[in-house]
């Protein structure tokens, strides 16, 4: 074959590259699709099943065609003994054995064998089958036994009289007719067979493709369809309820998470890029007002130099917060530098710039004096004033509130060990998280605030808490207020 291709390419003057091209697509191959081996899965097992069938078919022939010559033999022994003295002349007994199709038959009948037509003599001994027996296995193996037995093989038949009585009727038959009779039937059954075995395999093939391949080719052509352009439409799920239907469905609904998830990428990357090209004149901005409070510094107002101080740490904070607002846009933190953080100096710096007071919200600690974690103080700093804040403005917005209380809450703090973490929980008594929003919560651009908000806080808090190896979850929220807890590894 492939000299042949070689001949035809050379006379069609096919360059190498097309010569090869096309003998790699000529060239024969296993199938590899689903259908493919749904169709050769199919027609095996089918025609296993008729295999299984077909084996009970050939005994039960073979022992119909046995049953059948000894009726036949036994009709014949009353005829012979219908004759004086059961005289039977030479031609007389061959013509019987000829229309019976047996070589001898003998009667046993209380315990006493009688010889009603003498058997030739027999180039070989015959094989004995006890049809009194109830031996499947045995009647299972004869019919191939006598398939491919001795062309001179002959058959010693034993059954109970059908006619007459006696103990048992024996005859001796000849195994060749039967061997000829068992390949036309195992040829005809064959026949049929594969006649069934191709009408069931086509028919199973067929509602087998209705019902799981074309549907699996509509999901395959969607996920392809996908992953080549993730805003195109999806495939419609069909209403199907079963396992086909529930896995178009949850591809569906997996793709719009996937879409909204890429959207949400793609805003924080034009977050990035707008960050990003602030990045310098920010940074000019801090520049100017370190300088600022560095004259301020030698100002005599103790008001001033009450200020100072919280005046130094924001711009110190921003100016770090700048100077990472590259990787920021990329939504990239910088690796958490780990230190010992008293947590009650934390809470109080992170109290005063998350802008509570005394007055207003006010911070609550319920925590030992001198209780530390191991934690990037600067990350730390920016989650406790993300929830400190997220939780004053909670209350101050919250118009279930009475008038006196407007502007008025509490925000607890307490911190303990916990199966090797530390765990720093807060709690505030404003009106809640929505139930709608609290699966969602830690999503970028989700935001429980009505008015302002960009919604990344959490998202960011998060972050910072896996790089300590911890976590922040809320665990309780409902109409008195919300609690979130932060875990990080002791």
Same mark, same amino acid.
């Given at each position: 074959m492939?000299?042949?291709?070689? =001949?035809?390419a050379?006379r069609?003057?096919?360059?190498? %590259?097309?010569? %090869?091209? @096309? *003998?790699?697509?000529?060239?024969p191959?296993?199938?590899?699709?689903?259908s493919?081996?749904l169709?050769?899965?199919?027609?095996?097992?089918t025609?296993?099943v008729?295999?299984l069938?077909m084996?009970?078919?050939?005994?039960?022939?073979?022992e119909? @065609?046995?049953q059948?010559?000894l009726?036949?033999?036994?009709?014949?022994?009353?005829?012979?003994e219908?004759?004086?003295?059961?005289?039977?002349?030479d031609?007389?007994? +061959?013509?019987l054995?000829r229309?019976g199709g047996?070589?001898? #038959?003998?009667? /046993?009948e209380?315990g006493v064998?009688?010889l009603?037509?003498q058997?030739p003599?027999?180039?070989?001994?015959?094989?004995l089958?006890?049809?009194?027996?109830e031996?499947?296995?045995? *009647?299972?193996i004869d019919p @191939?036994?006598?398939l491919?037995g001795?062309p001179?093989?002959?058959? =010693?038949?034993?059954?109970k009289?059908r006619?007459?009585?006696?103990?048992?009727i024996?005859?001796v038959?000849p195994?060749?007719p039967?061997?000829?009779?068992?390949k036309?039937?195992?040829?005809n059954?064959?026949?049929?067979s594969?006649?069934?075995?191709?009408t069931?395999?086509?028919l199973l093939?067929? $509602?087998l493709?209705?019902?799981?391949?074309?549907p699996?080719?509509?999901?395959t052509?969607?996920? %392809?369809?996908?992953?080549v352009?993730?805003e195109s439409a999806?495939e419609?799920?069909s209403?199907?309820?079963?396992?086909?239907g529930r896995v178009?469905?949850?591809?569906?609904r997996?793709?719009?998470?996937?879409?909204?998830?890429?959207r949400? *990428?793609?805003r924080l990357?034009?977050?990035?890029?707008?960050?990003a090209?602030?990045?310098h004149d920010?940074?000019?901005?801090?520049?100017?007002?370190?300088?600022?409070s560095?004259?301020l510094?030698t100002s005599?107002?103790p008001?001033v130099?009450?200020?100072?101080?919280?005046?130094?740490r924001?711009l110190?904070r +921003?100016a770090?917060?700048?100077?990472?607002?590259?990787e920021?846009?990329?939504?990239?933190?910088?690796?958490?530098q780990?230190?010992? #953080?008293p947590?009650n100096?934390a809470l109080t710096l992170?109290?005063?710039?998350?802008?509570?007071a005394?007055? $207003?919200?006010k911070?609550?600690?319920q925590?030992a004096?001198?209780?530390?974690?191991?934690a990037d103080?600067d990350q730390l700093? *920016?989650?406790?004033?993300?929830?400190?804040?997220n939780?004053?403005?909670?209350i101050e917005?919250?118009?279930? =509130?009475p008038?006196?209380?407007?502007?008025?809450?509490?925000? /607890?703090?307490?911190?303990?060990?916990?199966?090797?973490f @530390?765990?720093i929980?807060?709690a505030?008594?404003?009106?809640?998280?929505?139930?709608?929003?609290?699966?969602?919560?830690?999503e970028?651009?989700?935001s429980?605030?009505?008015?302002?908000?960009?919604g !990344?806080?959490?998202?960011?808090s998060r972050? !910072?808490?896996?790089?300590?190896g $911890?976590? !922040?979850?809320? #665990? &309780?929220? &409902?109409?008195a207020?919300?609690?979130?807890e932060l875990r990080?590894?002791a």
């Amino acid at each position: 074959m492939s000299a042949l291709f070689d =001949r035809l390419a050379a006379r069609l003057k096919l360059s190498p %590259e097309t010569t %090869e091209a @096309w *003998r790699e697509r000529l060239r024969p191959r296993a199938p590899d699709g689903l259908s493919a081996r749904l169709l050769l899965l199919t027609v095996a097992f089918t025609l296993a099943v008729e295999g299984l069938i077909m084996a009970p078919n050939l005994a039960a022939f073979h022992e119909r @065609w046995l049953q059948d010559r000894l009726q036949a033999a036994e009709l014949a022994s009353v005829g012979v003994e219908a004759l004086p003295y059961s005289a039977v002349e030479d031609d007389t007994a +061959a013509e019987l054995m000829r229309i019976g199709g047996v070589q001898a #038959v003998a009667l /046993t009948e209380q315990g006493v064998r009688r010889l009603l037509l003498q058997a030739p003599n027999l180039p070989r001994a015959p094989e004995l089958i006890d049809l009194r027996r109830e031996n499947t296995w045995s *009647r299972l193996i004869d019919p @191939w036994r006598t398939l491919f037995g001795h062309p001179d093989r002959s058959l =010693r038949v034993q059954a109970k009289p059908r006619y007459r009585s006696g103990d048992f009727i024996e005859i001796v038959t000849p195994a060749q007719p039967l061997k000829l009779e068992l390949k036309a039937f195992l040829l005809n059954s064959l026949l049929v067979s594969l006649l069934i075995s191709a009408t069931a395999g086509a028919l199973l093939y067929g $509602g087998l493709t209705l019902l799981v391949l074309r549907p699996l080719r509509r999901v395959t052509r969607s996920m %392809e369809r996908f992953a080549v352009d993730p805003e195109s439409a999806g495939e419609t799920p069909s209403d199907r309820h079963d396992e086909i239907g529930r896995v178009e469905r949850e591809l569906a609904r997996m793709q719009e998470e996937v879409r909204q998830s890429l959207r949400s *990428r793609a805003r924080l990357v034009a977050l990035g890029e707008a960050v990003a090209k602030i990045n310098h004149d920010l940074r000019n901005m801090l520049t100017s007002a370190q300088m600022a409070s560095e004259r301020l510094a030698t100002s005599a107002d103790p008001q001033v130099a009450k200020a100072l101080p919280r005046l130094e740490r924001a711009l110190s904070r +921003a100016a770090n917060l700048s100077r990472n607002v590259l990787e920021y846009g990329k939504s990239e933190e910088p690796p958490a530098q780990k230190t010992r #953080v008293p947590l009650n100096a934390a809470l109080t710096l992170a109290a005063e710039d998350a802008g509570l007071a005394p007055d $207003g919200v006010k911070l609550v600690k319920q925590l030992a004096p001198r209780f530390a974690v191991e934690a990037d103080p600067d990350q730390l700093y *920016r989650i406790l004033v993300n929830l400190m804040r997220n939780a004053r403005q909670a209350i101050e917005a919250d118009p279930a =509130r009475p008038p006196e209380q407007r502007g008025k809450g509490v925000i /607890t703090v307490s911190a303990f060990a916990e199966d090797g973490f @530390w765990v720093i929980r807060i709690a505030d008594d404003g009106p809640g998280i929505p139930p709608r929003l609290a699966q969602r919560l830690f999503e970028p651009f989700v935001s429980s605030k009505a008015s302002d908000g960009t919604g !990344l806080g959490l998202t960011i808090s998060r972050e !910072l808490a896996a790089l300590h190896g $911890g976590d !922040l979850r809320l #665990v &309780d929220s &409902d109409g008195a207020g919300a609690v979130f807890e932060l875990r990080l590894p002791a």
